[in-house]
C-alpha cells in the first residue's frame, strides 16, 4: 500500500487489456493500479498476430496488501546503573532503529543504564513484505540517588523529641520514613515529641528521585524512666 506503482510489461504483438475472462472491449493502455487502496484486481491480457487471430487472455493478478499497522511498545524506565534488557514489542519481524541509528536491526538493542536521560527507539514491523510505519519506544535513564546519611539523638530518655535526621538532601527528592509501632512520616527530618519505649527499634528511611529510590537504617533507643518509688 502507497508503493509507486510499477507497470505491468508484457511481451507480444498487439495487446490488448480486458477487465474480464471474456466479451468486453480490450485496450492498448496497460492498466494502472491505484495502492492508496488494498485489495485484488483482475487483468487480462492478450495478443493478435498479423492475420488478425487474438490470443486466449492471459490472467495477470493484482494484489494490494494493506500497510501494517505499526507494532506496540511501552515505554520504559530505568534507573542509573540498573541491569537493562532487551527490548521488546508486539509485531512480526521486528526491525529496530536508534538511538541515533539508522540501519535496522533485528536483534532488539539493550538501552545502556550509564548515562541518565531520555532515547529514542524505533521499531517497525513486516506483514506480507510490507514495512509499517515506526513505533516509538522511549527508554528513560533516570538518576539514582545515593543512600541518605541518617543520624538520630538516640538515645533518648522515655519523655523526651526523638529527632531523626537525614543529612545532605538532594533537590527533588522525596522522602519516606518507616520504624516502630507504625511510624511513618514523610518530612526530611521527623521528631516525635514525649517518646514512649515502643518507640525503640530499626527505623528505616527511603529516598525516591524520579522512579528511582536507596534506603537507609537507623537503630534508635528510648530508655524507659525508672520507676519512682515514695516512701512513709
Known sequence: QYEPFVRIVVTGT????????GGG?????????????????????SQTDTL?????????????????AAPVAAPLH??????????????????W?????????????????????????YVTQT?????????????????TPGPPAVLSNSPVCEGDTLHLLSVSPTAGVSYLWLGPAAFTDTRQNPFIQNVLPAASGIYTLTVTLGSCSATAFLT????????????A
Open 14 to 21: 498487439n495487446i490488448l487489456w480486458y477487465t474480464t475472462l
Open 25 to 45: 472491449a480490450g485496450t492498448a493502455v496497460a492498466p494502472v493500479v491505484n495502492t492508496s487502496l488494498p485489495g485484488i484486481s483482475d487483468y487480462y491480457v
Open 52 to 68: 488478425g487471430c487474438e490470443s486466449h487472455r492471459l490472467h495477470i493478478h493484482v494484489v494490494v496488501y494493506a500497510r501494517p
Open 78 to 95: 530505568y534507573c542509573q546503573y540498573s541491569p537493562s534488557f532487551l527490548l521488546t514489542a508486539a509485531g512480526s519481524a521486528l526491525i
Open 97 to 121: 532503529y536508534g538511538p541515533g541509528v539508522t540501519a535496522g536491526s533485528g536483534i532488539p538493542p539493550i538501552p545502556s543504564t550509564a548515562l541518565t536521560g531520555i532515547y529514542d527507539y
Open 127 to 143: 506483514i506480507n513484505g510490507c514495512v509499517s510505519d515506526s513505533a516509538l519506544v522511549v527508554v528513560t535513564v533516570d538518576s
Open 220 to 231: 534508635v533507643s528510648v530508655i524507659p524512666s525508672p520507676p519512682l518509688t515514695v516512701g
